[in-house]
């Protein structure tokens, strides 16, 4: 489903306090981006933020529930580490912020450490030539 441009319109809004960011379309949602950076998703205009180990326990507490999608070649269900935004952030937008600011940061070190790891995708072949 496409973004409604009003519903894009409150996301620029609802992340203000934090800074700048984009909402790009995606996969029948969008990405929140800042800069270069995705640390949010949206999906039927639900927001969901990028969590690690450290981050997902306020999450869990605030009985945030994963995104979610099914694999369309196998049928298989698959969790990410995005979580929903608490419904009552949607009306504090200055904690808002500070968490959109705690997704940022994860998404950068998850950024970092592939970089440094340089791990890739399954199936990508490395474009170095070999002697």
Do not use: N
């Not at 973004?3 to 700048?20: K, S, T, V």
């Not at 009552?88 to 070190?109: F, I, K, P, Q, S």
């Amino acid at each position: 489903m496409a973004l409604r441009p009003q519903y894009r319109a409150f996301l620029l809004e609802l992340f203000e306090a934090f800074g700048p960011v984009s909402v790009r379309p995606m996969f029948g949602g969008a990405g929140i981006f800042a800069g270069e950076v995705m640390f949010g998703l949206v999906s039927d205009e639900r927001v969901y933020l990028k969590t690690d180990e450290t981050t997902r326990i306020d999450f869990d507490r605030e009985g945030a529930q994963p995104f979610t999608f099914v694999k369309t070649k196998t049928g298989e269900r698959i969790e990410t580490a995005y979580l929903a935004l608490p419904d009552r952030l949607y009306d504090e937008r200055d904690e808002a912020a500070e968490w959109a600011r705690r997704a940022h940061e994860v998404a950068v070190r998850k950024s970092k450490s592939k970089r440094v790891t340089g791990r890739r995708r399954p199936g990508v072949r490395s474009r170095r030539k070999r002697s």
